[in-house]
Every structure is written in structure tokens, then in C-alpha cells.
Nanobody, 130 residues
Framework: DVQLQASGGGLVQGGGSLRLSCAVS????????IGWFRQAPGKEREGVAC????????YYGDSVKGRFTISSDNAKNTVYLQMNSLKPEDTAVYYC???????????????????????WGKGTQVTVSS
């Protein structure tokens, strides 16, 4: 079974940094993408950043470009989300998720959408104080 274990959330002051980790297990091949999604109260879940395991393609949501960095340590089967210059509007529950399939058939943009996700991990709360 595919399992996604997110960690690293917490409380931070505005302008600060946090790093989220997503430990991935259960995939037999490299044909999948891992994404970070977030959902704030009363808002729709949005794709923050996604990375494809097979070709390394990356997508960032407009609201986090230049501040967040997604990376993958394939030896550890772990995907990271480095979040810098955090703002109060980044406050949300952050979810690690996976979309199975090859990058030959799907763009990373299309995969960084909640409706494309095949597997969800449990969320981790990120709270940014002003």
C-alpha cells in the first residue's frame, strides 16, 4: 500500500521558515509525482508545489513562487518543502499527496491539482503569526 507521512509543521512568526517532509513508501516504480497541497478554513484545497519522481519536473503555485522550494531525496524516498518568507496567509493544513502515472503522459501542472491526486497523506498544521 502507498503511504505518505508528512511532518514538520508548526507555529512560526511571519518572515520565518519551516521545512516540511513527506516520507513516501509503497510505490513499485518511479512513475509518480508528489505534491504539497494546503487548505485554509473556508477555502478550497490548492496545489502548492509538486515534483515528478521520474523526470524531476516541478510546478509551483503562483502564491508561493520565489518563497517555497520543493525537492526530493530519492535515496530516502522523501520529498521536502522548504518554506521561506512565510506570511500569515500561508496558514493552513498542509497535505502531502501522490499522483500515480508517468510524466510522458501528464504535465506536472496538470498533476498539481487536488482532483488528480490518487493518494493523500494526513495533514500537518502550519500557522504563521503576524
Amino acid at each position: 500500500d502507498v503511504q505518505l507521512q508528512a511532518s514538520g509543521g508548526g507555529l512560526v512568526q511571519g518572515g520565518g521558515s519551516l521545512r516540511l517532509s513527506c516520507a513516501v513508501s509503497g510505490f513499485s516504480f518511479d512513475d509518480y509525482a508528489i505534491g504539497w497541497f494546503r487548505q485554509a478554513p473556508g477555502k478550497e484545497r490548492e496545489g502548492v508545489a509538486c515534483i515528478a519522481r521520474d523526470d524531476g519536473s516541478i510546478y509551483y503555485g503562483d502564491s508561493v513562487k520565489g518563497r517555497f522550494t520543493i525537492s526530493s531525496d530519492n535515496a530516502k524516498n522523501t520529498v521536502y518543502l522548504q518554506m521561506n518568507s512565510l506570511k500569515p496567509e500561508d496558514t493552513a493544513v498542509y497535505y502531502c499527496a501522490a499522483d500515480a502515472g508517468s510524466s510522458r503522459f501528464y504535465t506536472i501542472y496538470s498533476r498539481c491539482n487536488q482532483y488528480a491526486v490518487d493518494y493523500w497523506g494526513k495533514g500537518t498544521q502550519v500557522t504563521v503569526s503576524s
